[in-house]
């Protein structure tokens, strides 16, 4: 009856040691992309994201870049973010940060996803969506009002 408390109790201090450094690593990767995404190093930050989120990398890189001006550009970066919050759902973190520079604060959240043993950025908004994404909806067309009838009485006399 021993031995099985100690059991279960190396099994319990392991479980919580192996969220720690989870959480720790999550952590390190968001830091990273956030630091060279919102000051925008774009190639730093490409080795955090998976391949279904480098098309977002990719319009900050050819459309936002190129017509952006210097003078703007300084009001963006530097731009310091920390860390505010961590939460793991097994293999699915939401890592919620806070984001300021020269013109700006904001709140946001990336999540990160493990593939294999490494995990990367699959989303970045001011509020993250855990689960699968709803399809798109398309908007129905809506009826178009009928003119009115006008009757016309005519009376022969």
């Given at each position: 009856?021993?031995?099985?408390?100690?059991?279960?109790?190396?099994?319990?201090?392991?479980?919580?040691?192996?969220?720690?450094?989870?959480?720790?690593?999550?952590?390190?990767?968001?830091?990273?992309y956030?630091?060279?995404?919102?000051?925008?190093?774009?190639?730093?930050?490409?080795?955090?994201?998976?391949?279904?989120?480098?098309?977002?990398?990719?319009?900050?890189?050819?459309?936002?870049?190129?017509?952006?001006?210097?003078?703007?550009?300084?009001?963006?970066?530097?731009?310091?973010?920390?860390?505010?919050?961590?939460?793991?759902f097994?293999?699915?973190?939401?890592?919620?940060?806070?984001?300021?520079?020269?013109?700006?604060?904001?709140?946001?959240?990336?999540?990160?996803?493990?593939?294999d043993?490494?995990w990367?950025?699959?989303?970045?908004?001011?509020?993250?969506?855990?689960?699968?994404?709803?399809?798109?909806?398309?908007?129905?067309?809506?009826?178009?009002?009928?003119?009115?009838?006008?009757?016309?009485?005519?009376?022969?006399?």
């Amino acid at each position: 009856m021993k031995v099985l408390k100690v059991l279960s109790s190396i099994v319990a201090i392991a479980l919580l040691f192996s969220c720690s450094s989870q959480k720790r690593e999550v952590e390190r990767i968001a830091q990273a992309y956030l630091d060279a995404e919102t000051n925008f190093r774009i190639s730093e930050a490409r080795p955090y994201v998976s391949e279904d989120f480098m098309p977002m990398l990719n319009q900050i890189e050819t459309f936002v870049l190129p017509n952006i001006s210097d003078t703007v550009l300084n009001t963006l970066v530097p731009n310091k973010v920390n860390i505010k919050n961590t939460e793991l759902f097994g293999d699915t973190a939401i890592v919620s940060f806070h984001s300021s520079n020269p013109s700006q604060e904001t709140d946001a959240q990336v999540m990160l996803v493990r593939f294999d043993t490494t995990w990367l950025v699959v989303q970045q908004g001011s509020k993250v969506r855990r689960g699968p994404l709803p399809d798109p909806v398309m908007p129905q067309p809506q009826p178009q009002p009928q003119p009115e009838k006008i009757v016309v009485d005519s009376v022969q006399k």
